[in-house]
Nanobody, 123 residues
């Protein structure tokens, strides 16, 4: 099992940047592919970015490509989401997830979830 805790959310103006962190408790962090998802009010949770166990491979949603970067530090049991050029449409609760050994784009591929951190982008 792995327990996840996100941090780094907050209020930022349009065009600003934030870096989200997700710390994992457990000795098997490097065994999991990791993902970031987000859920805006009234919308379904959606995939944002994923990263392989080694960190070599990544995947992004179309809305995240070119603006967001996912990375991980297996020595620190932490995965990051660096977000630039933020827009009001990025406002959501961002959650990290640990799951399958390959990058998953779907929620069912992730077994463990954090509580989420709120990101609000003002116009």
């Amino acid at each position: 099992q792995v327990q996840l805790g996100e941090s780094g959310g907050g209020l930022v103006q349009t065009g600003g940047s934030l870096r989200l962190s997700c710390a994992a408790a457990g000795r098997t962090f490097s065994s999991y592919a990791m993902g970031w998802f987000r859920q805006a009010p009234g919308k379904e949770r959606e995939f944002v970015a994923g990263i392989s166990r080694s960190g070599i491979s990544t995947a992004y949603s179309d809305s995240a490509k070119g603006r967001f970067t996912i990375s991980r530090d297996n020595a620190k049991n932490t995965v990051y989401l660096q977000m630039h050029s933020l827009k009001p449409a990025d406002t959501a609760v961002y959650s990290c997830a640990a799951g399958s050994t390959i990058i998953g784009l779907a929620q069912f591929q992730y077994a463990y979830w954090g509580q989420g951190t709120q990101v609000t982008v003002s116009s």
